[in-house]
């Protein structure tokens, strides 16, 4: 598994150098839609029928106020509007390079 040698804040977007040397810049609202967290997705019962979230709420305006490694595959973004509770892992952050093409466009 890839991890980042460095995260920054670079204007409204979180940039990402992964050990490869590959870069990703995520805009923090883009982030914060995508958090991986039961508040945005919901949690999944042990028939498989999802209870609650809020999938495809926009958050703009959100922001990044700082992050947190979590071990050794995942960080925890502390938002402006108080979510912090989404661990993005690694995999889960590259699988959202797909999705960020389709946001912007």
Known sequence: MKSPKDVQIIGQEIAILWQNGEEDYFPM???REFSPSAENIGEMDILGKVHGGKPG?????VSVK?????????????????HDTG????????ALRERLKDWIT
């Open 29 to 31: 609202s883009f982030l």
């Open 57 to 61: 709420v926009k958050y703009p305006g």
């Open 66 to 82: 700082g992050w947190e490694f979590m071990g050794n595959y995942a960080i925890r973004f502390n938002f402006s509007d108080g």
């Open 87 to 94: 661990l993005f892992s690694y995999d889960y952050l590259t």
